[in-house]
């Protein structure tokens, strides 16, 4: 019984983690559009578009591991 408080909490504190993860990418995409709206060239828009896109990736990836994480509790 106490083996599986311990695992829950681990697992808990993973999945925590992995939301700050989350949080702090939904921040970045959200700087980033307004850049995206600021943007002066094409070159810009672009690369400001495509670095939205990985953290967009990312995030989905992370998404799921907490969704595994909170299936294992």
């Known amino acids: 019984m106490e083996k599986a408080r311990v695992d829950f909490k681990q697992l808990r504190v993973q999945a925590d983690g992995q939301e700050v993860t989350l949080k702090a990418g939904e921040q970045r995409i959200r700087d980033l559009q307004v850049k995206l709206n600021l943007?002066?060239?094409?070159?810009?828009?672009?690369?400001?578009?495509?670095?939205?896109?990985?953290?967009?990736?990312r995030n989905s990836v992370i998404e799921d591991a907490i969704l595994g994480l909170m299936g294992q509790q």
Not at 39 to 57: P, R, V
């Open 39 to 57: 943007a002066q060239s094409n070159k810009e828009f672009t690369a400001i578009k495509d670095e939205i896109g990985q953290i967009q990736q």
